[in-house]
């Protein structure tokens, strides 16, 4: 008897929504890596689970990123068990450290974190049981996708340099008038600050994915204790930024002003004008371009994901809130001051991020008339930046007094809806009540 209602268990648990979701997510990621690899291999370059596998024994391309991502995974273990992983962790990269030493091979540190993680799943699987077992797995997911994510982005990169031939630059840099250039005007003002400033901003666009973590690490510091996730933090919301900006490269394709216009494109460029000389206005064309350089410009991701650690930073210390504005900031100058972005990206690529992040937030709360009115909102004008890019580019670059701050009030609108709306949601403490005072009625707040 007790054998058959055991029999019944798994099957009872396997029907739970959260575990058939979870299911489904996996199953999905799963072959969502598996089409890039095909799709890589196709192109006679390997993918990103090729790439990931040679990372146990061959030098990393981001060492700090794989300790960053250890770091996140070791949020579900206990103080001991954190000294243990880091301990073995270092250990395994002297081991590496001295045979690539020896051999004169590439020096670079992170393989010992990828075995930590790799580890902790096996350990996971074969000594865990229950929600111990959930709770560990859960850890070495979260920092596996962090580092699949990275390779996936390469890959999407590739795909779309070999699969979008012509880019739309031109479209792009003539609506651009209608926000004052401001690629330009920002890259000689880092072309001003000489090298200092120059590394500077260019450190921090490097190490995004780095201080990503520190905000998160910050979000889920109570796991350990509590034995459970927050059920919403920046991982989510970087993720999804990262699942849909690539798909929007295939449908805009752009290159960056430095590639279309400055001495970086080569023969490939319209003229070497970045970042002395504004392009002229004239009717825009379709580009022809190398099969190299990533159409990854339409969003600015990296934008995306800066304006996600800066919102996420907002309930943290003062030092961390200050440290996302910086971050901000930064990333800011460096899409721009470097010519890898328009203005119009950095626009396209805030509303993208504050509108996947309110579908985030409103999937956890539960959708209500706000969070799809929000949603649907942010959506609304996203769409309608990239069809006046595509569509409006001369109209927009005639007339800059109407069109530049239409745009940034149709940015300013998005902003506005999200601050209102979370602010609305987030739980509020109650007032003090004095003795013998009725309390009134409280609207509720999930």
């Known amino acids: 008897m007790f054998s058959r209602i055991n029999s019944r268990i798994p099957f009872a648990t396997w029907r739970r929504p959260r575990v058939i979701l979870w299911t489904a997510v996996s199953v999905t990621a799963l072959g969502f890596l598996i089409t890039l690899e095909i799709a890589a291999r196709h192109y006679g370059l390997p993918g990103p689970i090729t790439n990931q596998v040679k990372e146990v024994i061959f030098a990393p391309k981001s060492g700090p990123l794989l300790y960053a991502s250890m770091a996140l995974m070791m949020v579900v273990l206990t103080r001991r068990q954190r000294f243990v992983a880091a301990g073995v962790a270092v250990g395994i990269d002297l081991a590496f450290f001295l045979v690539r030493w020896a051999v004169d091979a590439k020096m670079m540190f992170g393989n010992g974190a990828l075995w930590v993680i790799l580890g902790c799943a096996v350990i996971a699987v074969t000594r865990r049981t229950g929600q111990e077992r959930v709770l560990l797995l859960k850890g070495v997911g979260l920092a596996l996708l962090l580092v699949a994510g990275r390779k996936t982005g390469d890959t999407w990169l590739l795909i779309t340099s070999k699969t979008r031939p012509a880019v739309l ?65 920046l991982v989510r919301t970087f993720l999804v930024i990262g699942l849909l900006g690539p798909g929007i490269y295939m449908l805009f394709p752009v290159v960056g002003p430095i590639f279309a216009y400055g001495a970086d494109g080569g023969q490939w460029a319209a003229a070497d004008l970045w970042p002395n000389t504004p392009p002229p206005i004239h009717a825009p064309l379709h580009m022809s371009f190398d099969e190299i350089t990533p159409r990854n410009c339409m969003p600015s991701l990296h934008t995306a994901w800066a304006t996600a650690i800066f919102i996420h930073s ?133």
């Open 314 to 446: 907002r309930k943290g210390p003062r030092v961390l809130q200050f440290a996302g504005a910086f971050w901000l900031i930064a990333t800011l100058g460096a899409t721009l001051g470097f010519g890898y972005h328009y203005g119009a990206d950095i626009v396209a690529g805030v509303v993208f991020t504050l509108t996947i992040e309110a579908g985030l937030r409103s999937q956890e709360r539960g959708w209500d008339r706000s969070g799809i009115q929000l949603v649907a909102h942010g959506a609304t004008v996203f769409v309608a930046l990239l069809l006046a890019y595509r569509y409006l580019p001369m109209e927009m670059a005639e007339h800059p007094w109407v069109f530049g701050p239409l745009v940034m009030l149709a940015m300013a609108s998005v902003i506005h809806g999200y601050v209102r709306t979370t602010r609305l949601w987030d739980p509020t403490a109650a007032p003090a009540r004095l003795p013998n005072q009725r309390s009134e009625p409280q609207p509720e707040l999930v």
């Open 169 to 233: 630059d031109q479209y792009v840099a003539t609506a651009d008038h209608a926000l004052g250039n401001p690629s330009w005007l920002v890259g000689r003002m880092v072309k001003a600050t000489g090298p200092i400033g120059a590394h500077v901003l260019d450190y921090v666009y490097i190490q995004l994915a780095v201080f990503a973590v520190i905000v998160t690490l910050y979000q889920l510091r109570h796991v350990g204790v509590e034995r459970r996730f927050p059920r919403h933090h």
